[in-house]
């Protein structure tokens, strides 16, 4: 994550092309996701969030998804819950496009511990 410190302190950091792909390629394969959850009862945008958005056709969208299963661990957590949406998008006015397009978005919550029952 060198170069991402590199700018500290100027304008907004902005990797180049070349950067991005030898960071990427770098990268250890499986290392565990760390989202920060979204506290419970957040009001407003989640833009500046930890999340994903996915979007294109449907079978993209799908392909993309079935790499990312080990978001699915969040929701069998009791800690931590997962708000998902997967819709077709609409053009501005309102319209369907001619070839389907989609988002799906995907954010980790904090959820209430709830407490283990006890067998007697």
Not at 91 to 99: A, F, N, P
């Amino acid at each position: 994550m060198e170069f991402l410190e590199q700018l500290e302190g100027q304008k907004p950091w902005k990797a180049r092309r070349a950067d991005v792909l030898q960071f990427w390629q770098n990268l250890q394969p499986g290392i565990p996701l760390q989202p920060t959850p979204i506290e419970k009862g957040h009001r407003g945008t989640r833009f500046r969030r930890d999340g994903l958005r996915i979007t294109g056709t449907a079978q993209y969208v799908n392909s993309v998804m079935s790499h990312l299963k080990d978001f699915l661990d969040f929701e069998a957590d009791p800690r931590t819950k997962l708000d998902v949406e997967y819709r077709q998008l609409q053009s501005k006015e309102g319209e369907y496009q001619e070839m389907p397009i989609y988002v799906c978005y995907v954010y980790v919550l904090k959820d209430e511990e709830k407490p283990s029952k006890i067998k007697v």
